[in-house]
């Protein structure tokens, strides 16, 4: 955490001064020195984002347990002043992800722990520090410190894909929706049943943006940040449905919350999300995905509406393959459940046709994802219309197929060996939609 100069200990107004500008001031002269690539940015936004929504909970828990407090008056957010807070999270973000062009990793944590241990008790009066403060510092530097170094690392070398993506959907509930109810210190305005189950609906229509992120990185091998984008045009999953899934159940996120709590400043915040979003989505589309995809985005882009979502799956959506054992008639069953429905954009075929056939249900993309077990039937609901697709995306959420897989294998279908020749009784596994 930043602080004054020893001599100046005692003067509130320098020392939020200080917190504040020395963070800014040394990002600004690393940029000067080597002007920060697109990767430099990203990898700075995504630390700094992760350090912001970190500290904050870190210095709620800190006060109740007397690591220590604040003493400040103006811009204070729940007793954090936000000088501070921004200077923090600058610090112990945008700065080590420059660093990191530089300097190994440990070595610039370590530099930022020393620091931080010696300027922690210069911040007075504005942060007292309690008898066991290290303590709140340590967890400090292992919950925002550590993990921003870690992201801005991973994003800088395009590695942890998976990661990098479940942090930025983590980040974005946390800012969009976490911190704005934190600071609103709302409650429900629904007793507790109805608040139940408002949850549960407020659940569902987060649902495709959660999916949506994740189809990023299976599908199109990049993140929800602009700065670290898709490298493939990405037109499944929910994308197959509505062209801005993330934006959408933003806003109806922010829209659910209001009727939840009943505060009129949430519907601000839908109005605010929707603006935003067209605006965006408008700029976005106009410049950087024509330019990068050009006929295929004006082709999906003239298929698919940017807010109302489709029934049914866009028809030029990737096609896929669902593949189950022939041999084994509770598995064609589930084939057949499914080619009865008349799925879009989705061939059917027998497990023993596979050129290694897999010993559980396989589900392989033309855009490269790749399923097995219940993920696999999960990826085939997506290709059935929008209820379905609801329930394959809750499925896929992370610990939920292997949940599942659980009691399937204890009642028999479990992993099975596909017979040499798929069983002439059930033709009806070779279909297409």
């Known amino acids: 955490m930043t602080g004054p100069l020893p001599a100046a200990a005692a003067d509130p107004a320098l020392i939020r001064g200080v917190a504040f500008l020395a963070p800014v001031l040394a990002i600004a002269a690393l940029a000067a020195i080597g002007r920060p690539t697109r990767t430099d940015a990203a990898a700075a936004v995504v630390a700094t984002a992760w350090s912001a929504v970190a500290l904050v909970p870190v210095n709620a828990v800190a006060v109740h347990a007397g690591w220590w407090t604040f003493h400040a008056e103006g811009a204070v957010m729940r007793g954090l002043p936000v000088d501070l807070w921004i200077g923090w999270a600058l610090l112990w973000g945008a700065l080590p992800a420059l660093l990191l062009r530089d300097l190994a990793a440990p070595l610039v944590v370590g530099v930022l722990v020393w620091l931080d241990l ?23 530097i292992a919950t925002a410190l550590v993990p921003a170094v870690l992201l801005a690392r991973w994003t800088r070398r395009g ?32 007793p507790p049943q109805a608040t139940a189950v408002g949850v549960q609906v ?16 299976a ?30 159940a933003a806003l109806l996120g922010y ?18 999300a929707a603006a935003f979003g067209a605006g965006f989505a408008a700029w976005h589309e106009d410049a950087d995905l024509v330019a990068a995809f050009g ?27 669902f593949y189950v054992a022939g041999g084994c008639s509770v598995c064609s069953g589930v084939g057949a459940w499914i080619a009865r429905r008349g ?16 010993r559980r249900a396989l589900y392989e993309g033309a855009d490269g994802v790749r399923a097995s077990g219940v993920a696999a039937l999960a990826r085939a609901l997506e290709h059935l219309h929008l209820g379905w697709a609801l329930v394959g995306w809750t499925v896929q959420l992370p610990g939920v197929a292997a949940v599942l897989t659980l009691p399937i ?15 002439p009784a059930r033709p009806d596994l070779d279909a297409e939609g």
């Open 118 to 140: 010696i300027l922690m008790p210069l911040a007075a009066p504005v942060v007292r520090l309690g008898p066991h403060w290290m303590a709140g510092d340590l967890a400090a």
């Open 159 to 190: 590695e942890r894909l998976g990661v990098r993506v479940a942090a930025q959907a983590v980040l974005a509930a946390a800012l969009g929706f976490g911190l704005p109810l934190y600071l609103l210190d709302v409650r429900s305005a629904w």
């Open 202 to 217: 407020l659940a569902v229509l987060l649902l495709p943006g959660a999916a949506a992120a994740r189809e990023l990185a």
């Open 219 to 248: 599908a199109g091998r990049g993140t929800p940040l602009p700065l670290d984008p898709p490298v493939r045009l990405v037109t499944g999953g929910p994308y197959a449905y509505v062209r801005n899934p993330m934006q959408t």
């Open 255 to 272: 829209l659910g919350c209001a009727v939840l709590t009943g505060h009129p400043l949430l519907l601000v915040a839908a109005g605010v």
């Open 295 to 321: 006929t295929d985005w004006r082709r999906y882009q003239a298929g698919v509406r940017a807010w109302l979502p489709r029934w049914r799956p866009w028809p030029g959506r990737p096609p896929g393959v």
């Open 343 to 358: 799925p879009t954009a989705l061939t059917l075929r027998a497990a023993e046709d596979h050129p290694d056939p897999p």
């Open 409 to 423: 294998d204890a009642f028999g279908g479990g992993p099975r060996t596909p017979h040499p020749h798929r069983s």
